[in-house]
């Protein structure tokens, strides 16, 4: 099984808006609601691949209850913490007319050192049953940042393999912990070694940097571009076709779902990173984040290109 962690679950909203503009008044045709939440969206694509998956994490209040119900109705199983308050929204504003997405994020429930420490003892639990556990976005108020650090050494001790996709000093120092596999964008891999200069020799560079420091495998994702990848100390790049994008929130998670589907199927770094862009770049055709469709990635694997360039 595959578990994956999102610490501060949401309600994802999408309102389909054309020609969206600040200060005006807009009134919403079309709009999706889904359970989200980085994690939850990593669920919904191994799912989709046909994979036993658990989601769990932190909800809270009737947003919480929502996004139970709604992971129910997909047939995805959850193990959930509640903690008091409520579990946020996020807006995701996307204008087909510019192909703008414009994001509006609320905070979520503050933790207090109780939830933390159940939230430990229940990846702890699911690291036991599962082979790896996926840890997706940001910490919630009240997480200390080192959360994840001490939730790697967790997994591991509990035989499972930890998966981390966060940003910040979150992923500083969960990247201490030494990930199976971690799946920074360019931006975020360019702050990890503080360069302002996001050209292919910076990202490279970062990738190696990255692989030093004892992390077996990083995918830094380019949206359209495709991806450069550094697995088993071999350097790779992604090259994806060119597709008509309606929303990419949640690529990135679909592609954390492919590449930890592609390593529980003992798939090779080839074939791992094929799945995994073909999940991001299904997810962009659909209007909902962290949505795929399984006909669409097999279709997009066949366009894909993988080449080992050192
Ligand atoms: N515009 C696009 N066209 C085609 N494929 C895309 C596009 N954007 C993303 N993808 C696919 O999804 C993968 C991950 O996308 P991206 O680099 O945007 O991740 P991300 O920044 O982590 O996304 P998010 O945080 O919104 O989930 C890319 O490597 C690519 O395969
Ligand atoms: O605040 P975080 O956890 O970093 O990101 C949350 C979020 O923007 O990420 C997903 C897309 O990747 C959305 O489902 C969700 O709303």
Do not use: W
């Amino acid at each position: 099984m595959i578990t994956t962690i999102t610490m501060n679950a949401a309600i994802d909203k999408t309102y389909i808006t054309p020609s969206f503009a600040i200060d005006k008044l807009h009134r919403v045709k079309e709009m999706y609601a889904f359970a989200g939440g980085k994690g939850i969206n990593v669920a919904r694509v191994v799912h989709a691949l046909q994979e036993p998956v658990t989601a769990s994490g932190i909800i809270a209040g009737h947003n919480g209850k929502f996004i139970e119900a709604a992971l129910a109705e997909e047939g995805i199983a959850h193990q959930f913490v509640a903690v008091e308050g409520e579990s946020r929204l996020c807006l995701a504003i996307t204008d087909p007319s510019t192909g703008s997405v414009t994001e509006l994020l609320e905070a979520g429930p503050a933790l207090t050192e109780e939830d933390v420490e159940l939230m430990k003892l229940t990846i702890a639990r699911l690291a036991r049953t599962s082979t790896h556990v996926v840890m997706s976005g940001s910490l919630p108020q009240g997480c200390p940042v080192t959360f994840y650090k001490d939730c790697v050494d967790i997994i591991r001790e509990n035989g499972a393999s930890p998966i981390l996709d966060t940003s910040g000093d979150a992923l500083v120092s969960g990247m201490e912990g030494r990930p199976l596999l971690i799946k920074p964008n360019e931006h975020e891999v360019l702050k990890l070694t503080g360069s302002d200069h996001a050209d292919e020799d910076a990202i490279l560079q970062a990738i190696h940097a990255v692989m030093e420091q004892g992390i077996q495998s990083v995918v830094v994702s380019l949206g359209a571009q495709g991806a450069l990848a550094g697995m088993y100390n071999r350097i790779y790049r992604v090259t994806i076709p060119k597709v008509d994008v309606l929303n990419t929130v949640g690529s990135g998670d679909s592609m954390i779902a492919g590449l930890v589907v592609g390593d529980k199927r003992g798939m090779l770094p080839e074939e791992q990173l094929k799945l995994g862009a073909a999940c991001g770049t299904a997810n962009a055709l659909t209007p909902a984040a962290g949505m795929v469709s399984l006909t669409q990635v097999e279709e997009l694997m066949k366009s894909i290109s993988v080449q080992q360039i050192s």
